[in-house]
């Protein structure tokens, strides 16, 4: 099993920057993609940036040359830094963990509010 636990979100600007941080516990050891979804009401689930354990990057067209997705093995954390907020960035950011087993991890999301 694998735990992860997100912060970082908040109420921002247009045009300001926030940085997501996602710590995971437990099965480590047997993670292999980690990434941020984000969910707006009324709108379904949707990937905005993924990162592989060998460092392949993957990035949602609606966020690409705003958000930069990072990952520190040795702390067992994935980054968002999100740059250049809009108002249509407002959600709930959940980070997600794949495992060796495709086994999906989800934590319990982060609220990312973007003021016009």
């Known amino acids: 099993q694998v735990q992860l636990v997100e912060s970082g979100g908040g109420l921002v600007q247009a045009g300001g920057s926030l940085r997501l941080s996602c710590a995971a516990s437990g099965s480590i050891f047997s993670i292999n993609t980690m990434g941020w979804y984000r969910q707006a009401p009324g709108k379904q689930r949707e990937l905005a940036a993924v990162i592989t354990s060998g460092g392949t990057l993957n990035y949602a067209d609606s966020v690409k040359g705003r958000f930069t997705i990072s990952r520190d093995n040795a702390k067992n954390t994935v980054y968002l830094q999100m740059n250049s907020l809009k108002p249509e960035d407002t959600a709930v950011y959940y980070c997600?963990?794949?495992?060796?087993?495709?086994?999906?991890?989800w934590g319990q999301g982060t609220q990312v509010t973007v003021s016009s």
């Open positions: 997600n963990a794949i495992d060796a087993i495709n086994r999906r991890y």
